[in-house]
């Protein structure tokens, strides 16, 4: 499946909801089933800065893939790098450099969140397209 493909997929599911409270507490239920992260991964060294929350985002690249796990302390946070994970992780890191993650803005995330939880929003994409980029400039 492609990553345009996976986003459809995650708007066609978000289309079900009617209201945004229904959504916001879709993306809560998302994050809960994320697997735990290792414990030796909750360090300042894998810690996203600019987010209000901590979250914890491990990169490993494999076969030229990338691969995230990630946790948060925010049960809404988590289910935002969720989504992401389901969109990013398992690509090659020019597929997620090359990512525009529309469905971010299809779903109406962006515009329902306070400014500070988008700024965390906008510092784990970026995340994870810098584990993209040192990949990238390593395989090269």
Known sequence: MTIQETEQEI?????????WEEKYQYIIEIG??????DQQFKTDEYKIKGCQS?????????EGRL???????????KG????????????????????????IDAIGLRQ????????GLA??????KTYALAVSSVQK
């Open 123 to 128: 510092a784990m994409i970026k995340q994870m």
């Open 67 to 77: 691969y995230f796990t990630a946790d948060s302390d925010s049960t809404f946070v």
């Open 80 to 103: 935002e790098i969720a989504l992401l994970i389901k969109v990013l992780s398992g690509r090659t890191p020019s597929e997620i450099l090359d990512a525009q993650l529309g469905f």
């Open 11 to 19: 708007i066609d599911d978000f289309a079900l909801f009617e209201s």
């Open 54 to 62: 901590s979250v914890w985002l491990q990169g490993e690249e494999r």
């Open 112 to 119: 329902h969140v306070a400014v500070t939880r988008a700024n």
């Open 32 to 37: 809960q089933k994320l697997p735990a992260l």
